[in-house]
Antibody
Framework: QVQLQESGPGLVKPSETPSLTCAVS?????????WGWIRQPPGKGLEWIGS???????YYNPSLKSRVTILVDTSKNQFSLKLTSMTAADTAVYYC??????????????WGQGTLVTVSS | SSELTQDPAVSVALGQTVRITCQGD??????ASWYQQKPGQAPVLVIY???DRPAGIPDRFFVSSSGNTASLTITGAQAEDEADYYC???????????FGGGTKVTVL
């Protein structure tokens, strides 16, 4: 079955730019679907960060667009998230997920377990 | 508007029916998807599209919509349905995704 597994640095210092990786197994990201990142600060709700399609279309949350980059490595069947100028407000569990996208909806049907990133000096 | 609004919390007696709402202008054009999240776990998709359930999701979960409001109904609520529920949709531009703030469902 399709599985996603996030990995990240755990603890980062303010202003650093960590890289989070989502390794996908059981399905080639080049075969289709959108894929995305979502985060959840401790005790708070879900926030969409961005999504991409394997052919190159990438969309970012307008509130994060200036600081976010999603990169894709089809040879390793994984994608990564870079978020610049981290602050304490970026402390969150970061999830990657597969997105079922149609004309009328975007549903995140398969999620990774999430990786906690804590921003602290 | 790019926002989806949910009531923060709702409670339901065991075996009764509860409805959770999600409001937003984009819901006039796009379906809402619904997720269940239990403490310490990743969200799980429970409903998407017009009324589609992923494999393993019981049919006591179903959705309806009217105007700018989508509703998730749980009929015969079970103890295991106690969780946070989130809706999401695309925003009015169609290019971005938005999530509601979540509703905590307590089964009494």
């Amino acid at each position: 079955q399709v599985q996603l597994q996030e990995s990240g640095p755990g603890l980062v210092k303010p202003s650093e730019t960590p890289s989070l990786t989502c390794a996908v197994s059981g399905y080639s990201i080049s075969s289709g679907y959108y894929w995305g990142w979502i985060r959840q600060p401790p005790g708070k709700g879900l926030e969409w960060i961005g999504s991409f399609y394997h052919s190159g279309s990438t969309y970012y949350n307008p509130s994060l667009k200036s600081r976010v980059t999603i990169l894709v490595d089809t040879s390793k069947n994984q994608f990564s998230l870079k978020l610049t100028s981290m602050t304490a407000a970026d402390t969150a569990v970061y999830y990657c997920a597969r997105v079922m996208t149609t004309v009328t909806d975007s549903a995140f049907d398969i999620w990774g377990q999430g990786t906690l990133v804590t921003v602290s000096s | 508007s790019s926002e989806l609004t949910q009531d923060p919390a709702v409670s339901v007696a065991l075996g009764q029916t509860v409805r959770i709402t999600c409001q937003g202008d984009s819901l006039r054009s796009y379906y809402a998807s619904w997720y269940q999240q239990k403490p310490g776990q990743a969200p799980v998709l429970v409903i998407y599209g017009k009324n589609d359930r992923p494999a393993g999701i019981p049919d006591r979960f179903f959705v309806s919509s009217s105007g700018n409001t989508a509703s998730l109904t749980i009929t015969g609520a079970q103890a295991e349905d106690e969780a946070d529920y989130y809706c999401n949709s695309r925003d009015s531009s169609g290019n971005h995704v938005v999530f509601g703030g979540g509703t905590k469902v307590t089964v009494l």
